[in-house]
């Protein structure tokens, strides 16, 4: 914005050093004026238009939620946001399977969630996969074993093997959306610690770190304990 000419009196100041008086007469009299205000109009009218689409797609996802079953909002948003979690504990460190860094990664179960779904969002069936392997080989089940076993030891494999052996989850809709908000604060708590390649066993106790957190697992399927026999 141009500067311009007020008054010179001394008034409370209302807009870029004018009173309010000369700004509005600045506004209404002068092509500059007249061409900020638009400006200004537009923007406002623009930004007033976001803040109602992010309005209605905030409500439309919140009724969306409200519809959901409990076996629908496991699967479409807290299985999701889990998934997400895995992928920030194993950053940087490879496809669970083939050691591979590059491509897209998926958090790949060991125990697939159309077999168990009871252990899907627990932290220690799930390990950052690639998209290939996860979604083109039917799991890699043999690679993914050798992966743990390699990476963790097996001692740890056979405590993942245990976990089929969990009963099953009776959870409602109103506990998962709780654990979905300690998720959440899990995964900022995860981001601000900027996590790359982390070792096996920081790995392992960020898993117990958010069985933990999340309280959904009886203790015995919930942490690994290294000096355990299992």
């Not at 807009?15 to 061409?35: D, L, P, R, V």
């Amino acid at each position: 914005m141009d500067h311009f000419q007020g008054c010179g009196k001394e008034k409370p100041i209302f807009k870029y050093g004018a009173c309010q008086k000369c700004f509005i007469s600045w506004t209404m009299e002068t092509e500059n004026g007249k061409e900020w205000l638009e400006k200004n109009r537009l923007r406002k009218f623009k930004q007033n238009q976001r803040e109602k689409t992010k309005e209605k797609r905030k409500k439309d996802r919140q009724m969306k939620i409200e519809l959901m079953s409990t076996s629908q909002y496991w699967s479409n948003v807290f299985q999701i946001k889990f998934n997400e979690v895995i992928r920030i504990i194993d950053n940087g460190c490879g496809c669970i399977c083939t050691r591979r860094t590059d491509g897209k990664m998926n958090a790949g179960h060991y125990v697939h969630a159309g077999v168990n779904k009871t252990i899907s969002i627990n932290a220690h069936n799930a390990f950052q996969q690639s998209m290939e392997s996860n979604h083109y080989q039917s799991g890699d089940l043999l690679k993914y074993q050798d992966g743990i076993k390699n990476i963790f030891g097996t001692n740890y494999f056979n405590f993942v093997e245990s976990l089929r052996k969990c009963p099953a989850l009776h959870i409602s809709k109103i506990e998962l959306m709780e654990a979905n908000k300690k998720l959440n604060e899990f995964k900022k708590e995860l981001k601000h610690q900027e996590i790359f390649q982390l070792k096996s066993n920081e790995r392992i106790e960020l898993r117990n770190d958010l069985n933990q957190y999340l309280g959904l697992y009886p203790y015995e399927f919930m942490n690994y304990e290294p000096n355990k026999i299992y």
